[in-house]
T-cell receptor, first 112, second 114 residues
């Protein structure tokens, strides 16, 4: 069935370093790839997304890249700050579909 | 400010009890979802609804049912709670009329079944 694999499950970086989280999806018809951030005690919140007709998208310190051929997409956070510490989920869905398939999540720790 | 609210943040129930988890959204969204979140498993879809009185099974519907009598409210029902239903439950909604399928999540209900 449809699947999204996410790595690593835990990531610890020093403040100011970069963090990269990688995901692979199985359904080649997927064309929308959002990333959600879940802070402690809260529900996930969308931080950035990318569509399959775009290879890269950037928003300040966060960027997402997509390789449709390899069915890989990645989240890049530069100049990490303690407030970036959270659980990050990648996801994939299709236009016209209702279901979003989520990865297992990455717990990011940013050490001050 | 868009909002999805869930009736309880923490809930403790006993095995065999009937449990109701309620979710309300104020964004006039057609689509609403119930997920459970478990460590290492991410978010797994239990049920979703694309309109009032309409419901569809997700990936793990066994032991659960849902009700959507009004557009803004989507309820998850555990008919007879079991210990393996101890989990974090998240409700979400999105506007299916826009291309961006951004899901708006509630804060979650942490359910413990003893």
């Amino acid at each position: 069935g449809e699947n999204v694999e996410q790595h690593p499950s835990t990531l610890s970086v020093q403040e100011g370093d970069s963090a990269v989280i990688k995901c692979t999806y199985s359904d080649s018809a997927s064309n929308y790839f959002p990333w959600y951030k879940q802070e402690l005690g809260k529900g996930p919140q969308l931080i950035i997304d990318i569509r399959s007709n775009v290879g890269e998208k950037k928003d300040q310190r966060i960027a997402v890249t997509l390789n449709k051929t390899a069915k890989h997409f990645s989240l890049h956070i530069t100049e990490t700050q303690p407030e970036d510490s959270a659980v990050y989920f990648c996801a994939a869905s299709k236009t016209g579909g209702f279901k979003t398939i989520f990865g297992a999540g990455t717990r990011l720790f940013v050490k001050a | 400010d868009v909002k999805v609210t869930q009736s309880s943040r923490y809930l403790v129930k006993r095995t065999g009890e009937k449990v109701f988890l309620e979710c309300v959204q104020d964004m006039d969204h057609e689509n609403m979802f119930w997920y459970r979140q478990d460590p290492g498993l991410g978010l797994r879809l239990i049920y979703f609804s694309y309109d009032v009185k309409m419901k569809e099974k997700g990936d793990i519907p066994e032991g659960y049912s849902v009700s959507r009598e009004k557009k803004e409210r989507f309820s998850l029902i555990l008919e007879s709670a079991s210990t393996n239903q101890t989990s974090m439950y998240l409700c979400a909604s999105f506007n299916g009329l826009v291309a961006r399928h951004e899901q708006f999540f509630g804060p979650g209900t942490r359910l413990t079944v003893l």
